[in-house]
T-cell receptor, first 111, second 114 residues
Framework: DAGVIQSPRHEVTEMGQEVTLRCKPI?????LFWYRQTMMRGLELLIY????????DSGMPEDRFSAKMPNASFSTLKIQPSEPRDSAVYFC?????????FGQGTRLTVV | GENVEQHPSTLSVQEGDSAVIKCTYS??????FPWYKQELGKRPQLIID?????GEKKDQRIAVTLNKTAKHFSLHITETQPEDSAVYFC?????????????FGTGTRLQVTL
């Protein structure tokens, strides 16, 4: 297995534009997490899914953020409209039992 | 919700010395405590974890201790090497022993000097 795959690796967009981040979890994992990492706030859990169902989205900062998991092998995190303060590294992680495996992350820069 | 505090935020040790990073958690229901290492520009990766029914766990040069009564746990790295330089994150989960909802500490930047 290639691990958790995220795309794109880097994204630069203008303020106000829609941004979609993608994640392919490890096959067989039933949990999927979206994290945001910044210098100021560290690693923050945004939302997580269990068996494709959103369980807790209390970490989603605003209505501008939304996440979907249409099937067990794909998830998206969308920001619309994007703002400069959304600039961060966004990690997707998946888990089956205990260990959470992280993807390489998407570095988002909103200018 | 769970709150995890981590200290120190930065730690510099000489090669061969030991390093200790400490974390406290707030929710007594937490029962799974992993530690992640993140090298510059890379993803966090699990290095060791401990469940609440164990007080100590060791894996070569790294060990983790857990004090459930005091709600704190620590990472110990002995005989540090330059490749140990990274940011280390502790985490706690109340997901029934799974990684269902990890709350991370703010991280400790460890620098091992020659």
């Amino acid at each position: 297995d290639a691990g958790v795959i995220q795309s794109p690796r880097h994204e630069v967009t203008e303020m106000g534009q829609e941004v979609t981040l993608r994640c392919k979890p490890i096959s067989g994992h039933d949990y999927l997490f979206w994290y945001r990492q910044t210098m100021m706030r560290g690693l923050e859990l945004l939302i997580y899914f269990n068996n494709n169902v959103p369980i807790d989205d209390s970490g989603m900062p605003e209505d501008r953020f939304s996440a979907k998991m249409p099937n067990a092998s794909f998830s998206t995190l969308k920001i619309q409209p994007s703002e400069p303060r959304d600039s961060a590294v966004y990690f997707c992680a998946s888990s089956w039992n205990t260990e959470a495996f992280f993807g390489q992350g998407t570095r988002l820069t909103v200018v | 919700g769970e709150n995890v505090e981590q200290h120190p935020s930065t730690l510099s040790v000489q090669e061969g010395d030991s390093a200790v990073i400490k974390c406290t958690y707030s929710d007594s229901a937490s029962n799974y405590f992993p530690w992640y290492k993140q090298e510059l520009g890379k993803r966090p990766q699990l290095i060791i974890d401990i469940r609440s029914n164990v007080g100590e766990k060791k894996d070569q040069r790294i060990a983790v201790t857990l004090n459930k009564t005091a709600k704190h746990f620590s990472l110990h790295i002995t005989e540090t090497q330059p490749e140990d330089s990274a940011v280390y994150f502790c985490a706690a989960s109340i997901g029934g022993g799974t990684a269902s909802k990890l709350t991370f500490g703010t991280g400790t930047r460890l620098q091992v000097t020659l």
